[in-house]
């Protein structure tokens, strides 16, 4: 079985390096929905070492930084599942009070049935800056 | 309104220091689901200075190894939400392929209709042995 995460992405790479990419997923319901993708084909954050977990939540927490200034969330959600793709990817989840599922889990029931405007979607201009700032910022936690 | 993670825990409390906390929530089809709770009442991570970001997740990767040498689950599965109750905590959830929802997120859809036999259970011998290792790992990963 070929792997998801191990073939060329289909999404936009917001940033990346040799070890993981910044990808923006266009969910629907989540506009802003971002994910963190190691490049190698790794299964659990303790099959890495030490200092490459910590370099991976460095990228996590920098679209974090990145995603907060952009847009104003209500909550950012964290989470690295894997159960269907076991490749190392942290979701970066920027949630709104009145989004599709608040305050359950996005994976978790509806709450709202008809779907939300899309009024937290990044625009153009701002993926420009958000790239940029998930770029500052990994450059500053990286150096810290 | 008072925030439940500030309140005296009601669960068994595996291992705690000054910073944060490890229990074992005693979920009916998870019985070895852990959650790393805070101490202080912070939302996000990226609200903690970096160092705390990473003595957290240092936590959180501890019970990681710990529960795989204890049950040998499946998948782990790591989570940050907060929508609920945004005072920093981590879901660490060992994941076997009989378990309620697997594939699913354990926030998604069951798969399973019945609930599975509680094999996955952690005995009161190894729940000490759990403790001894999350103590131990939680050390060796500060002394990196």
Same mark, same amino acid.
């Given at each position: 079985m070929t792997c998801? #995460?191990?073939? @060329?992405?289909?999404?936009? *790479?917001?940033?990346?390096?040799?070890?993981? +990419?910044?990808? #923006?997923?266009?969910? $629907?319901?989540? @506009? $802003?929905?971002? +994910?963190?993708?190691? *490049?190698?084909? *790794?299964?659990?954050?303790?099959?890495? $070492? @030490?200092?490459?977990? $910590?370099r991976m939540m460095k990228v996590v927490f920098s679209v974090e930084i990145a995603l907060r200034e952009i847009i104003q969330p209500d909550k950012i959600n964290l989470a690295s599942l894997g159960n269907k793709t076991p490749h190392l990817h942290w979701h970066v989840i920027p949630r709104f009070k009145d989004d599709k599922h608040f305050p359950n889990s996005h994976w978790g029931q509806a709450r709202n049935s008809a779907m939300q405007p899309n009024i937290h979607s990044p625009s153009s201009a701002s993926i420009l800056s958000f790239k940029d700032k998930i770029k500052t910022h990994i450059a500053m936690n990286n150096a810290l």
């Open positions: 998801d #995460l191990c073939k @060329p992405t289909s999404h936009e *790479i917001l940033w990346q390096d040799d070890f993981c +990419r910044v990808v #923006l997923l266009n969910d $629907a319901n989540y @506009p $802003a929905y971002c +994910r963190v993708e190691l *490049i190698e084909h *790794i299964k659990e954050m303790t099959d890495l $070492a @030490p200092a490459q977990r $910590a």
